[in-house]
């Protein structure tokens, strides 16, 4: 907590000697204020999140490095909350194609977690029968599969080695401002 102090002098015949101190406190909220424009494009805010959707496509290596060069991360899902709002999304404008996430079981086989977050993967929002490992060579995490027969697409393990579009995530904006009293 800062003090400042600020005297006021004014000379016209007679002298005012007015003196008043105020506290100025700093304050840091989650997310943009309405009363600013500033832009988060080319990342789109869904839900609290904010988020790019590439439409080139690279392998899931590739894809994660493009990310941290936008000082952002390839998607994780936490909640099922947040897988929801991102499918609604896609539902909305219709869109089919596929695109790497940030999970993957490189690391452990058969243990995914979400790269980008360290944490475990402890939504099942996998496709039916997956993650499949198929011809072994399954470790990278897609999302918008849509296996043969199934109204809806998901989760499915896939080669890294891939082509395919990608989301990235940007940690929410913070606003600092001061509350000056
Ligand atoms: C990718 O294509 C979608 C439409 O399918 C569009 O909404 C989005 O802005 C495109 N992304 C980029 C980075 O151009």
């Known amino acids: 907590m800062l003090r400042y102090s600020t005297r006021l002098f004014l000379t016209s015949g007679l002298l005012c000697v007015c003196s008043w101190a105020y506290t100025i406190t700093p304050y840091v909220q989650e997310g943009l204020p309405s009363y600013t424009d500033v832009t988060t494009a080319p990342f789109l805010k869904i839900g609290t999140g904010f988020y790019y ?9 590739e894809a994660f490095a493009s990310c941290r060069q936008m000082s952002a991360q390839l998607i994780s899902f936490e909640t099922v909350e947040e897988w929801s709002l991102i499918m609604d999304y896609r539902r909305t404008i219709k869109d089919t194609n596929r695109y790497w996430t940030s999970g993957t079981d490189l690391g452990s086989e058969g243990s995914h977690v979400w790269l980008a977050t360290g944490k475990p993967m402890d939504i099942n929002v996998w496709t039916v029968n997956n993650p499949d490992n198929y011809k072994n060579n399954e470790h990278c995490d897609e999302l918008g ?15 890294c080695s ?18 000056i009293w």
């Open 53 to 61: 959707f590439e439409n080139t496509t690279k392998n899931w290596f």
């Open 162 to 179: 891939a082509k395919l579009r990608y989301i990235c995530e940007a940690s929410p904006p913070q606003t600092a401002s001061f509350i």
């Open 145 to 159: 599969w849509r296996p043969a027969n199934s109204p809806t697409d998901g989760l499915n393990d896939v080669a």
